[in-house]
């Protein structure tokens, strides 16, 4: 059986220029804010995740030429020494602290074959544009840049492995984004680094949180090699051996894994363009079909599964499902998620398919509930919902069942940084 996990060897900064290399996910800023960030942090990964930001305005993050200065730009801070790989393979332990909360996993090389036959488990669907953008991003720059964030369950013997590797010296420590701490460890050791497979070895599966575009042009990428690797033993008969393997470095994928315990999910609210023809005061009529509606003099965050926020014509209400109408064995239909389209945005909103309605909007829970009610108060939305963050447990159980989730239904705070950790495909 191929390898759940494996140690790789990591492309990093040298420790005293961590501060100066990390940078957030290349998918969480613009290009504004990517190009504002990076103004005067030559070392920044932004200038390989965003490379547009090094090129005339307007230039398109897509074109041959962003992609070309993003590998340009990766190998300047590799020849100036500012990004080193070590030299033997390993793991390494990776902390996160924000806000008083600490996340602690372990990042390795993840088997692109677990992926393929669902032990490395998804719940989202890709769209083909950006599963096209992150294998033109791996094959400009021949690595893996930006970690893919999985979840475990819970396991003592791999928390007690992480433990042992944190008492050592870290490795890297740097603050990014947010004023979130990154500090990670490196096990080298070879007794170490196997008992960490080992224990890896173990779990019957891994869940995707954050990173399905980057699984899913890993999976290309290492199907397009296998195929060139083939050609080319085939033309060279003599040669010993080929290098598509399973050992191959192309055949895995840069992931960091926490448990699921430990892993924070924010609300991830909606806003609605208008009130399909409806008033506010229509609207809330056909809400109490099905839900009991009361008005809030406070913002309303929805403390428990199956209530909802809803801010429309300047108030808050308080919004709670009825119970018969739940689907308790459906692991999709009875998220908070599934509820609000299934009860609300569809038979009332007109908002049928959230994926390509432009008539519905997406706010993370890290922008709280002001956020929502100055999208309604600029006029530019007629009516928000604030939702109950979905639970790890949910995520993992729609996974197992081999189903999908609603988009944006998880946001993942904090997430992890661009730059402390690279892949590199040999």
Do not use: C
């Not at 602290?97 to 602690?104: I, K, L």
């Not at 083939?230 to 051996?241: C, K």
């Not at 994926?355 to 509930?369: E, N, S």
């Not at 639970?391 to 999908?404: H, I, K, S, W």
């Amino acid at each position: 059986m191929t390898s759940l996990v494996r140690p790789f060897r990591a492309l990093r900064p040298r420790p005293e220029r961590a501060a100066d290399v990390i940078a957030p996910p290349y998918d969480v800023v613009s290009t504004e804010e990517a190009r504002a960030l990076a103004a005067t942090k030559p070392a920044s990964f932004l200038h390989i995740s965003r490379p547009e930001i090094d090129l005339p305005p307007g230039t398109s993050p897509h074109s041959d030429d962003a992609y070309a200065r993003g590998a340009a730009s990766l190998a300047r801070l590799v020849d100036t020494n500012v990004l080193v790989r070590d030299d033997e393979p390993g793991y390494y332990v990776y902390r996160i602290e924000m806000q008083g909360r600490v996340q602690t996993g372990v990042a390795f090389a993840a088997s692109v074959a677990a992926y393929a036959s669902h032990r490395i488990r998804r719940h989202e669907h890709t769209r083909p544009d950006k599963e096209n953008d992150r294998v033109r991003n791996i094959d400009s720059l021949n690595a893996q840049t930006g970690p893919v964030l999985l979840a475990y369950r819970a396991n003592a013997e791999i928390r007690a492995l992480v433990r042992a590797a944190t008492a050592a010296s870290p490795l890297l420590d740097a603050t990014g984004p947010n004023d979130t701490r990154h500090t990670i460890w490196r096990i080298a050791e070879p007794r170490r680094v196997a008992e960490i497979g080992a224990a890896f070895e173990e779990l019957d599966a891994l869940y995707i949180a954050d990173g399905h575009h980057r699984s899913a042009a890993a999976l290309r990428v290492a199907e397009a090699r296998r195929k060139a690797a083939a050609g080319s033993a085939a033309a060279r008969p003599s040669a010993e051996g080929t290098r598509g393997s399973a050992s191959a470095s192309y055949e895995s994928f840069l992931a960091v894994a926490f448990p699921h315990d430990e892993m924070r999910i924010l609300d991830y609210n909606r806003v609605v363009r208008d009130l399909n023809g409806l008033t506010s005061d229509a609207l809330l009529a056909r809400l109490r079909e099905s839900f009991d509606v009361e008005p809030s003099a406070a913002p309303v965050a929805p403390a428990r599964p199956e209530t909802f926020g809803l801010f429309v014509a300047g108030r808050w209400y308080r919004l709670s499902i009825h119970s018969a109408l739940v689907p308790r064995t459906d692991p999709v239909a009875s998220l908070d998620v599934s509820l609000l389209q299934d009860r609300a945005l569809a038979p009332i909103l007109g908002i049928g398919d959230p994926r390509t309605d432009k008539r519905i909007d997406f706010v993370g829970g890290i922008r709280g509930l002001r956020e929502l009610e100055q999208r309604i108060a600029s006029g530019r939305d007629a009516a928000a919902f604030a939702l109950h963050a979905t639970r790890m447990e949910q995520l993992m159980a729609v996974a197992d069942a081999n189903q999908v989730m609603p988009p944006k239904s998880t946001w993942f705070e904090p997430k992890l940084a661009d730059g402390l950790l690279s892949h590199v495909l040999d």
